[in-house]
């Protein structure tokens, strides 16, 4: 059922990040903004390339997709629900995630960040 796909966990989270979902306080619409369809649209084409025919895009923004269970057990059908949107805030447009490999535990240096 699942193709071999060539991202880790880590370059898809990064990827993830750097998608502008930034939420509209003063929107009517949902999502607030059409940007955050984005995150979902990807989402999609992901879990269809891993061979989830079923995976789709709601008008508001929703992932759904079914993946049917490995197990000859009768067990229960597990939801992962989560935000895919960025607070109005903190503009989600060009981050640059800052990835921590073999993090010991210790205080962590980030780089200056200059507001203008």
Do not use: W
Request: some cysteine; proline content about 6%; aromatic content about 10%.
């Amino acid at each position: 059922m699942f193709q071999n796909y060539n991202f880790t966990v880590a370059e898809r989270f990064i990827r993830y990040v750097q998608i502008d979902t930034q939420s509209d306080p003063q929107s009517k619409t949902s999502p607030s903004t059409e940007k955050q369809k984005d995150l979902g649209n990807l989402l999609v084409k992901e879990l269809r390339d891993l061979g989830i025919d079923d995976a789709h895009l709601d008008e508001f923004g929703y992932v759904y997709a079914g993946i049917p269970s490995n197990s000859t057990k009768a067990v229960p059908v597990i939801c992962f629900c989560a935000h895919m949107d960025t607070a109005p805030d903190c503009s989600g447009k060009n981050v640059k995630p800052l990835v921590h490999n073999n993090y010991d535990g210790g205080i962590l240096f980030f780089p200056m960040i200059l507001h203008r």
